[in-house]
């Protein structure tokens, strides 16, 4: 027989975590609300017959959001066998109300009270018997972050899956609330399943939209149910949704005051340290000398010295030299041996000699989602967004993005806003993810060495991007509107778990090493190939080569940028592929795995190529402009077809043309002296024309002919 | 013969590399996207999880 048990709870009260404990999987967990907006699904530890599915956090049943609707879609229309049913032992009061509904769908419920690790650390202490007797259903005390209690709820879970164990729900509504949710039901029993009449009935009463339109009532049963409704609202003088709601939390308040007992009910450590951290002033500058400090340790300072090892010593006194020697003396033809050394170990290794610094970045990055700050930084930015035209829910896809672009596209879902989600979706890629980590290492360790802020600055340059985009997209027809609302949770500050931090670091940087050894390893053959060969297939110089030739037709394109050589302008297409293989690429042009980015020959070779200026340009460009094809089917999924997807890949693309040449025309004469000139001018000129399409007042043109409607009256 | 026997297991192993790019995108697999770890299905759009 197979069993299907749900994970339901409140966002953030550590569904993902329990999932993965449950399951042996290795979902992304993270420390704000709002991380899993899908099911997942996964068998049991020792029980292949059992499926445990991860549901997305919710609040309630309601219809408003897309979690929500997932998560009621998957019970009313799936029937779990079982719902586990996550409530946060620290937070009960809002936890619970969700459990109030729970109980009423007709599926066994099992409640893991959860956190009771921090309940029992900040001395409270919950009566479990009495919180299991008042709700009608089994309560097991558990830690899912320490692995605590899991286990015992998902045997006592199985096990009423298996008795076919029934929750009664134990609470019931005032006495005229009751009468019409009875009535309702006798009119709705026909229409729905016995087992989750109640539910039906409560949510009709409710005025459900998506309950209303999935039941065909005929007109005289519609009429019916709106005089029920109307005659119970008339007697509470409020609406029904909002006479439901407050029975509820009365209902939830006298069970807290009964089953909990606070030890300390004034300021937690969490609340302390939130005074500091979230305060008016103080907010931007610790956010901005925390990311300074990530970046500076991961890619400047620690990562620095650790890749310096992996290409200068790994790649480059061993692996490239003991791979061309052994070829050399077995006999292998030389051009199989430069596509061996130059190729693939220059290619390849080049990608994978930045992984320690990926590594390191994404260890302080789990770190900071893990202890609870970044869900604060949201909490900052959605004050600085707002004035932008996006709301801080905009901020939690750029923080996944951090890692790649793919999920953070996808993370957009949350945002009910039309616009607001398509925007974001516009924006995400701008914040450079692990992909973009080698570029940045190189070309700031090749022309800016010893300067500590070329990595964090690229993290704030792809915010300042978000900020500048926001600001004038919202001032066009497409996106204009006031951002949507932003409410969310903070969690409570804990030392993060050793183990979740390194299985996080390690999914990130697993994912990024397969990437290597499959789409890199790939595409470095074909760049060799394409590189060492002439249109008749003859082997050349690289300047006689395919790949020349087509680099000749497109570099003029990125010419006005400072890069117009026809090895930058391929680099600049191989990304499409994949982030990583811009240095892929160069890696095969230039042998960079047997050279560290500070080596003066290597040095030689790039100087032909960049100026200092046309190399943060080229850096620039590549951060922004359309990212990898990854991405962009991610895009076109999540905006719903290719004209959005071409609005937002021309938008990204188009800005990052025009930051480039600004940054390559005015760079040129202010950094390196040289004369100004007709490029510069226009490079004045579209500065001029970002900061207008700034700071120009507009109005929709609805408000407008509604203004001059009222004048003329 | 070294440069026959050492280039068939290049090629073959590029072929297999590219076979499984393919194949993962077309199941739902992950490929590595640098960071997805579990929004896999993303990628492809399908409903399927990968699991380590």
């Known amino acids: ?713 | 013969m070294a440069t026959f026997i050492i280039s068939a297991i290049v090629f073959a192993a590029m072929a297999a590399a590219a076979w499984y790019t393919f194949k993962a995108h077309k199941s739902g697999k992950c490929v590595g996207c640098s960071g997805c770890s579990g929004h896999c299905e993303h990628c492809t759009g399908t409903d399927k999880i990968h699991k380590s």
């Open chain 1, 1 to 713: 027989m197979s069993i299907k048990i749900a994970l339901a709870g409140n966002p953030n009260c550590g569904k993902t975590t329990m999932f993965n404990d449950l399951t042996g999987s290795s979902q992304y967990v993270g420390n704000w609300p709002g991380v899993t907006v899908e099911k997942k699904e996964g068998k049991l530890k020792g029980h292949r017959d059992v499926t445990i599915v991860d549901l997305p956090g919710i609040y309630s049943l309601s219809p408003y959001t897309l979690e929500e609707v997932v998560t009621r879609n998957f019970l009313i229309n799936e029937h779990p066998d079982v719902i586990i049913n996550l409530v946060d032992g620290s937070n009960m009061e809002r936890n619970l109300y969700l459990t109030t509904q729970l109980v009423e769908i007709g599926i066994p419920v099992i409640i893991a009270l959860n956190m009771m690790d921090v309940v029992k650390k900040k001395g409270d202490v919950i009566n479990v018997k009495k919180l299991s007797e008042a709700l009608g259903c089994e309560v097991v005390e558990t830690a899912a972050v320490k692995g605590i209690g899991s286990k015992e709820v998902a045997e006592k879970a199985y096990t009423m899956a298996q008795t076919k164990t029934r929750t009664v729900p134990q609470h019931s509504f005032g006495a005229s609330v009751e009468k019409a949710i009875e009535e309702i039901g006798n009119l709705s029993r026909s229409f729905v399943p016995s087992e989750f009449a109640r539910w039906y009935a409560v949510k009709l009463f409710e005025r459900d939209s998506k309950v209303l339109e999935e039941l065909h009532f005929t007109k005289e049963a519609q009429d019916q149910i709106k005089a029920t409704i109307a005659a119970c609202e008339a007697e509470a003088d409020d609406d029904s949704e909002s006479i439901i709601t407050n029975e509820r939390y009365n209902y939830i308040g006298k069970l807290v005051t009964k089953c909990l007992h606070k030890k300390n009910p004034g300021m937690t450590v969490s609340d302390k340290i939130d005074r500091i951290v979230t305060n008016r002033w103080l907010a931007l500058p610790i956010f901005a000398a925390v990311m300074f400090i990530v970046y500076y340790v991961s890619v400047s300072w620690l990562g620095t010295i650790v890749t310096d090892w992996t290409n200068d010593t790994l790649f480059g006194e061993i692996v490239q030299p003991a791979v061309g020697s052994w070829l050399t003396a077995v006999g292998a033809a030389e051009w199989l041996n430069s596509l061996i050394v130059d190729g693939i170990v220059g290619g390849v290794g080049a990608v994978l000699g930045f992984v320690p610094q990926m590594f390191i970045l994404f260890f302080f990055l789990s770190i900071l989602e893990d202890c609870g700050y970044m869900a604060r930084v949201a909490f900052i930015m959605d004050r600085i967004f707002r004035k932008f035209g996006l709301s801080g829910k905009s901020f939690i896809p750029l923080l996944i993005a951090s890692g790649c672009g793919v999920p953070g596209i996808m993370a957009s879902r949350t945002i009910e806003n039309e616009k607001d989600r398509k925007m974001t979706i516009m924006v995400t890629t701008f914040i450079p993810c692990g992909a973009k980590l080698p570029l940045i290492a190189l070309v700031g360790g090749a022309f800016f060495p010893g300067s500590p802020w070329v990595a964090p600055a690229m993290y704030f340059m792809g915010i300042l991007m978000v900020i500048i985009s926001g600001i004038i997209l919202k001032k066009t027809r497409l996106f204009v509107g006031d951002p949507a609302p932003f409410v969310m949770e903070l969690p409570q500050y804990h030392i993060p778990g050793a183990k979740g931090v390194l299985i996080h670091m390690w999914e990130r940087g697993k994912a990024f090493i397969i990437k290597a050894g499959t789409v890199i390893f790939v595409a470095c053959g074909l760049i060799w190939f394409l590189s060492n060969f002439s249109w008749s297939m003859q082997m050349v110089e690289q300047d006689q080569s395919i790949l020349a030739s087509i680099g000749h037709f497109i570099a003029p394109i990125f010419a006005p940028l400072g890069f117009g050589t026809w090895q930058a302008a391929v680099t600049t297409v191989s990304g499409l592929v994949a982030k990583e293989n811009l240095v892929g690429t160069f890696g095969v042009l230039y042998g960079l795995a047997d050279a560290a980015e500070d080596d003066p020959a290597m040095i030689g070779e790039f100087a032909a190529l960049f100026t200092t200026v046309s190399a943060m340009s080229f850096m620039v460009f590549n951060l922004l402009c359309a990212p990898c094809f990854a991405a962009i089917g991610a895009i076109k999924r999540e905006m719903g077809g290719w004209k959005w997807t071409l609005i937002a890949l021309g938008y990204q693309t188009g800005l990052a043309y025009v930051v480039a040449f600004m940054i390559y025309q005015i760079g040129s004469v202010l950094v390196l002296g040289q004369a100004f000139g007709v490029g510069t001018a226009i490079a004045i000129l579209l500065l001029a024309g970002i900061l207008y399409l700034m700071f120009r007042s507009y109005k929709p043109k609805s408000e407008q002919s509604l203004k001059g409607a009222r004048l003329e009256a």
